[in-house]
């Protein structure tokens, strides 16, 4: 990488031996996770009109520049999960995989009280409870 600024600005020209004894500085700031972006901006942004020193401009400015060591980034927190089949659980509700399904809708409510009502009906017919001419209207 910092042979490679040559290219931004001749100036920063290095030998091998230089670019060596400045790696463990640039070392640092890959710890502190800073990426090659951002180092050659650190390293090039608003130079000097003269440099007399290439290894001595970039030494100063690999310590002076160096960024804080950024915190580790803090693993989201994990969904609980089901003990039974380890399906990842929505927020506070049960497994939907195990529980088991709702009662049919016709088992409950208005088709059960529909159903009641058909069979009292049916009842009351059969048993001639009703006249005739009312069931022949309908």
Not at 47 to 63: I, K, M, W, Y
Not at 66 to 88: I, K, M, Y
């Amino acid at each position: 990488m910092l042979l490679s600024l040559r290219g931004r600005d001749p100036r920063l020209t290095l030998g091998t031996a230089e670019a060596v004894r400045l790696a463990p500085l640039v070392g640092e700031w890959r710890e502190a996770g800073a990426s090659d972006a951002q180092l050659r901006e650190a390293l090039t942004g608003g130079l000097p009109a003269r440099v007399l020193s290439a290894p001595g401009l970039l030494a100063n400015r690999l310590r002076r520049k160096l960024p804080t060591r950024l915190p580790r980034p803090v693993p989201p927190a994990l969904r609980p999960e089901c003990p039974d089949c380890g399906t990842p659980l929505p927020p506070s509700s049960p497994c939907r995989a195990c529980t088991p399904p709702p009662p049919p809708p016709e088992a409950t409510g208005f088709a059960a009280a529909a159903r009641r009502g058909r069979a009292l009906a049916r009842e009351a017919l059969s048993a001639g409870a009703v006249s005739g001419g009312a069931c022949a209207a309908m």
